[in-house]
Nanobody, 116 residues
Framework: QVQLVESGGGLVQPGGSLRLSCAAS????????MGWYRQAPGKQRELVAS???????NYADSVKARFTISRDNARNTVYLQMNNLKPEDTAVYYC??????????WGQGTQVTVSS
């Protein structure tokens, strides 16, 4: 079964760091532009970072200079390094291709909570 599994979330204090991982069950995702999304309680899911198959990246203004997206095609994995975390970064984080026709059903995601 083709799936994406997110991990690496947790509880962290403001200013802390976390690295999220998105493991794909198949290498086909290496061909796609992949995105990290997040959804905070009561809010719409939003795209925070994306990376093309060639490694070009793009970020939402709210996370620029704090988050770094990367991918390791040998491991079929996409990462999101999050530094200088803020309480407003609290959300469930998901990964999925950015192109609608390649999207998989949303998984459980990984919870990130930034709180003192």
């Amino acid at each position: 079964q083709v799936q994406l599994v997110e991990s690496g979330g947790g509880l962290v204090q403001p200013g802390g760091s976390l690295r999220l991982s998105c493991a794909a069950s198949t290498s086909i995702f290496n061909m796609y532009t992949m995105g990290w999304y997040r959804q905070a309680p009561g809010k719409q899911r939003e795209l925070v970072a994306s990376i093309t198959s060639g490694g070009n990246t793009n970020y939402a203004d709210s996370v620029k200079a704090r988050f770094t997206i990367s991918r390791d095609n040998a491991r079929n994995t996409v990462y999101l390094q999050m530094n200088n975390l803020k309480p407003e970064d609290t959300a469930v984080y998901y990964c999925n291709p950015t192109a609608p026709r390649f999207k998989r059903p949303w998984g459980q995601g990984t919870q990130v909570t930034v709180s003192s």
